[in-house]
């Protein structure tokens, strides 16, 4: 009964200090906050089922948010609106205060013009701040294919916003 106990608590612990990061990632992945609210209740939801099976030396994080891809992964293919979802996108605001609202609608509208992997690289890296490792862990690759990747999606998003941008955000 003890154990039992121990794995709620432990499990409320991991929900108080990784949910609003597991919103974010699959709010800037879904685009949609009802839905990211729901997944974070299955992220929850899959991480009590499986925390029987869980390796604790993985890292907690990136195992959560691994739960997180692979349910919007399944969401998105039951509802079968990849190409529909991707049309009509409206892409979420980024809410850093300290950048004027210009640029943080240019550099949403860049990053939602981002190709899947791309945009989940870059949010990951450098919204999520995960290391090399940790996005590789997220995303089931190899740290090489995280480095070209996130090397790939910087210049990308440096040649979308050109020479003329001001934003001075991209010092990556």
């Known amino acids: 009964m003890s154990s039992e106990l121990d794995r709620d608590a432990d499990l409320r612990d991991l929900y108080e200090l990784y949910r609003h990061d597991i919103y974010r990632f699959a709010r800037y992945t879904l685009g949609d906050s009802s839905v990211a609210l729901d997944v974070v209740q299955e992220v929850f939801v899959r991480a009590i089922r499986a925390w029987g099976n869980f390796r604790h030396d993985a ?9 997180a891809r692979n349910y919007m992964y399944d969401y998105v293919r039951k509802q079968k609106k990849w190409n529909q ?3 009509e996108y409206d892409p979420p ?3 850093d205060r300290e950048l004027p609202i210009e640029t943080t609608l240019v550099l949403e509208q860049t990053l939602m013009a981002l190709k899947e992997s791309y945009r989940q690289v870059f949010i990951l890296r450098h919204i999520e701040e995960l290391s090399v490792e940790e996005t590789a862990q997220v995303l089931g690759w190899s740290p090489g294919k995280v480095r070209t990747t996130d090397y790939r999606a910087v210049a990308r998003i440096r040649n979308m916003l050109g020479t003329g941008f001001e934003g001075g955000i991209l010092n990556v």
């Not at 890292?59 to 739960?67: A, H, Y």
């Open 93 to 95: 605001f980024i809410a």
């Open 85 to 87: 979802f991707i049309s």
């Open 59 to 67: 890292n907690t994080k990136t195992w959560l948010l691994s739960i």
